[in-house]
């Protein structure tokens, strides 16, 4: 075991402190990782004012972070995919039981037996797993991911989980050239939608509630922006979607968009409102249209969607924080004023 310094809160009610936690020593199979960069994701944000006691109660001390992208510092002799140096990154989840089906297919982020970045029981060490708000974390190579070194290490760390939510239902549901898509909501997910959309080849349309924020999303990649209380500019794209991409956490009419798909288009969930959504069965059977929702990816996915990104020179658009400007970020997250992720430059855990 190491010491290793890190970012916790003590409660629901507390702001954020400087704290040292334990990380083990490499074993065969791990890979020892030096924190560059951590993305800020709502899901840190619920677990540690603990919004989710539900699903998931919130242990403290609490070290939040799962777009973790590094440095390989050390690997266990048993390591043959990474060499100190290696620029890698780490998303939701730092294992899982490797022999279910979904495992079996790659599919790790459906393995009942997950253990997830933080917040999750620790094999290792017994209490829980502690996040990328550190200055260094220790992960089985299996969930390591390469990050081409081309990409922007504090942009490319909200990739391990925004760049996914949004880059696996897109693959799922065949966005490809020439399939029209939609992006609803332009926060931390929809902007790496509207960039995932536009670098498939689709024709994207970006909705947004605020007029304001057309001009960005054309800038973003989005070939039309689409103002969502404007129901004349809805009509207008009536039953032509392939796909709609609905990123919006909060509650929303997503009927009118059901309404905005062809036949057999599908609007996939990627944001987790609180309360259930109101969804009219007629927008669904006329159409046999489908309502689905996705959780992050696979591994194997993951590193797909690295590489696509390494070749298409995508990187989420951060504002870089020093770590302890991280209870601001938290109260400006809330307000949805970051343009459109908050990623922490871990050197500034030294000062
Ligand atoms: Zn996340
Ligand atoms: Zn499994």
Not at 118 to 134: A, F, I
Not at 343 to 350: F, G, N, Q
Request: net charge neutral; proline share 6%; charged share 20%.
């Amino acid at each position: 075991m190491y010491n290793a310094k890190a970012y916790s809160v003590a409660s629901s009610t507390s702001p954020f402190a400087r704290t040292t936690i334990a990380r083990r020593d490499p074993t065969g199979h791990d890979v020892q990782i030096e924190i560059l960069f951590c993305g800020i994701c709502h899901s840190d944000l619920h677990v540690a004012r603990n919004e989710w006691s539900v699903a998931m109660p919130a242990v403290y001390p609490c070290v939040p972070g799962h777009e973790i992208v590094g440095r390989v510092t050390k690997v266990g002799s048993g390591v043959t995919r990474f060499k100190p140096g290696d620029l890698v990154g780490v998303g939701c989840m730092v294992d899982s039981d490797r022999t279910c089906p979904e495992c079996q297919a790659g599919l790790e982020q459906f393995c009942p037996n997950t253990t997830l970045t933080y917040n999750s029981p620790d094999k290792h060490l017994g209490g829980v797993t502690y996040g990328g708000y550190s200055e260094s974390v220790v992960v089985d190579e299996h969930f390591v991911l390469r990050v081409p070194p081309s990409l922007d290490p504090a942009g490319a760390a909200p990739l391990l989980c925004a760049g996914i939510t949004t880059y696996s239902p897109m693959r799922h549901w065949g966005v490809t050239k020439g399939k029209k898509v939609g992006v609803v909501g332009l926060g931390g997910l929809g902007h790496m939608g509207v960039k995932f959309a536009h670098a498939l080849g689709a024709h994207v349309v970006a909705f947004t509630r605020s007029p304001a924020k057309k001009e960005a999303a054309l800038r973003l990649g989005a070939d039309e922006a689409v103002v969502s209380r404007n129901p004349d500019e809805m009509k207008r794209h009536a039953g032509s979607f392939d796909f709609i991409l609905d990123t919006v956490a909060a509650d929303h009419d997503v009927g009118a968009y059901i309404q905005l798909l062809c036949r057999d288009g599908n609007i996939t969930l990627v944001g987790a409102p609180a309360k259930p959504l109101a969804v009219p069965a007629f927008g669904l059977l006329l159409g046999r249209r489908s309502l689905s929702g996705s959780p992050i990816g696979g591994i194997r996915e993951t590193q797909e969607m690295l590489d696509f990104c390494g070749a298409h020179h995508i990187t989420a658009d951060v504002e870089v924080i020093p770590i302890q400007k991280v209870d601001e970020a938290y109260e400006r997250l809330l307000r949805s004023d970051v343009r459109y992720r908050f990623s922490i430059d871990m050197a500034s855990l030294r000062l």
